[in-house]
């Protein structure tokens, strides 16, 4: 048998043994999307949809790829019963978002029997979920009343990476007290923004940006923290980066600007390459692996999905994030790997790969 053309699916680099990459098309609405499964092996494939305008098509392959295989990893470290999975719309350049695109991603999944779960990612509001909702029932991420469980899950990612930090601050200086600590903050959208507010409440110093540089500003100035333009966050002198926009933000270049002490942010899939990981730990920066401090939000939808649940339940399993982290930087410690590579081997062996 002749190899795949290097053109193939198979042959992408984020390609990693997928059960399932499906592309759809819908000539009525003017849908298309690519909805990734990496691995059913706990459960259905559970993870997000995102509503994205790409400079190219086959960029929204590779990132449902990488995001459906961190959803993989995610759950599987957050003790979910849940696969890893992922769906991404193509949005046109003018990124009108209609109902009937909705409804026949609804149907997209529909057509996928159950394997595949979605709820709200970069793009895509509850409100569009409850559209979805109106063409199949494997949604969560629905709204909510207040103090229910489920809904939105930007504020408790939030929460999640909150503690995170906290943890990390432990790790290097002995102690939770944010009091005085540097943080600097890439996005201050619902995760960002959520913890940009617990922070200030602790007494960190905090530098915000955003590519909606009004929007940082404004945050800025309700908390008393500094503000610089998004193309700068990454070179700030501060103890603490917490990245919390898009992915892929750490690389050759950016990781030898760092003047931080640590990494530990909501983004998802913030190493632009596995050699990333070595090159923060060979710069001594503590590394919080994205997919388990991030996995507030799918512990939100997820286990509101599998029911019944109080949102006190949820806030106790996301309280789980941070000695999650110990964990991992104690066998990095021990084991002289990277903390990403450390999580990535538990999570391999937890899907049945390792």
């Known amino acids: 048998m002749s190899s795949p053309p290097a053109t193939s699916p198979w042959s992408l680099p984020d390609f990693d043994a997928h059960e399932g990459v499906h592309l759809f098309h819908d000539r009525a609405s003017g849908l298309r999307a690519v909805i990734a499964i990496h691995s059913t092996h706990l459960g259905p494939g559970a993870g997000g949809v995102r509503f994205w305008h790409y400079a190219r098509e086959d960029e929204a392959i590779t990132d449902a790829l990488r995001?459906?295989?961190?959803?993989?990893?995610?759950?599987?470290?957050?003790?979910?019963?849940?696969?890893?999975?992922?769906?991404?719309?193509?949005?046109?350049?003018?990124r009108i978002k209609t109902p009937a695109l909705l409804r026949a991603f609804g149907d997209a999944i529909a057509g996928l029997a159950g394997r595949y779960v979605t709820a709200e990612d970069v793009g895509i509001a509850e409100a569009d979920m409850s559209v979805i909702a109106e063409r199949t029932r494997f949604v969560s991420g629905l709204p909510v009343a207040a103090g229910e469980a489920g809904g939105d899950p930007g504020p408790v990612t939030a929460e999640g990476v909150y503690l995170g930090i906290r943890a990390a601050a432990r790790a290097l200086f002995g102690s939770e007290d944010m009091a005085g600590l540097r943080v600097a903050i890439q996005g201050v959208g619902s995760v960002g923004g959520g913890v940009a507010r617990r922070l200030a409440a602790d007494g960190a110093l905090l530098t915000l940006a955003d590519v909606n540089r009004p929007r940082a500003a404004t945050l800025a100035a309700e908390l008393g923290a500094a503000v610089v333009d998004a193309a700068d966050i990454l070179s700030v002198e501060a103890d603490i980066l917490s990245p919390n926009a898009?992915?892929?933000?750490?690389?050759?270049?950016?990781?030898?600007?760092?003047?931080?002490?640590?990494?530990?942010?909501?983004?998802?899939?913030?190493?632009?390459?596995?050699?990333?990981?070595?090159?923060?730990?060979?710069?001594?920066?503590?590394?919080?692996?994205?997919?388990?401090?991030?996995?507030?939000?799918?512990?939100?939808?997820?286990?509101?999905y599998l029911g019944p649940v109080t949102r006190a339940d949820i806030l106790a399993?996301?309280?789980?994030?941070?000695?999650?982290l110990d964990a991992i930087w104690s066998e990095?410690?021990?084991?002289?790997?990277?903390?990403?590579?450390?999580?990535?081997?538990?999570?391999?062996?937890?899907?049945?790969?390792g």
């Open 332 to 353: 990095s410690a021990a084991t002289g790997l990277p903390p990403s590579v450390v999580a990535d081997g538990i999570a391999q062996r937890l899907i049945g790969r």
């Open 317 to 324: 399993r996301v309280g789980e994030i941070a000695g999650r």
């Open 246 to 304: 898009l992915g892929a933000i750490l690389n050759a270049g950016t990781i030898g600007g760092l003047r931080v002490r640590a990494v530990a942010g909501g983004a998802n899939n913030q190493l632009a390459t596995p050699g990333d990981a070595d090159r923060l730990f060979e710069r001594g920066i503590l590394y919080a692996p994205d997919y388990v401090i991030n996995a507030g939000g799918i512990i939100n939808v997820a286990l509101a």
């Open 67 to 94: 995001l459906s295989r961190g959803m993989s990893y995610k759950n599987a470290m957050a003790g979910l019963p849940m696969g890893g999975g992922k769906g991404v719309i193509l949005a046109g350049a003018d």
